[in-house]
């Protein structure tokens, strides 16, 4: 994995292509201000946050999750699949696969077939599109087979 210094899009006022800037305070907000964290793009001390704005009107979503989440490979180069560990009800769940499928976060057919479903799918990681799917149910069958289809 590259370190993030070595990011070709990143300068002093940008991070993996998104705006950057200073905020002086994190904890204290004033009754001066709307009690929101501002931040200085204008500041020439060195940038401390990130935001999503990227240029114009356009954002790369940046989220600060209280949760753990973990983002694991595709066997698709540069795809991946996200884990949220926060349960949601299946309402809950439609809503939020509805508009990240209305925005195109997500394919609008996954969003479709997953509705139709009950639940969404991803393969697991040692499974690509083009293997044969008989997987072994013995666990040791299975172990084997996991070790041939990842090491060849």
């Known amino acids: 994995m590259k370190d993030w210094k070595d990011d070709r ?27 929101i964290t501002h931040v200085d793009f204008t ?20 989220l600060d999750l209280d949760y753990e989440a973990h983002l694991e490979p595709s066997s698709t180069p540069g795809h991946h699949h996200l884990y949220l560990e926060k ?8 809503k939020l696969l509805s508009v990240m499928a209305e925005i195109g976060l997500i394919e609008p057919g996954y969003f479709e077939a997953s509705k139709k479903r009950g639940y969404t799918t991803v393969r697991l990681p040692w ?18 087979w996991v070790d041939k289809t990842l090491n060849g």
């Open 87 to 94: 349960n949601i009800t299946w309402q809950q769940y439609l």
């Open 127 to 144: 499974v690509t599109k083009d293997i044969d799917n008989d997987v072994p149910s013995d666990p040791q069958a299975l172990q084997e």
């Open 9 to 35: 899009r990143f300068s002093p006022d940008t991070f993996r292509g998104r705006l950057s800037g200073y905020v002086e305070n994190f904890k204290t907000k004033s009754d001066e201000d709307d009690g």
């Open 43 to 62: 500041n020439q001390t060195p940038s401390n946050v990130v935001t999503s704005r990227i240029i114009g009107n356009l954002h790369g979503p940046v």
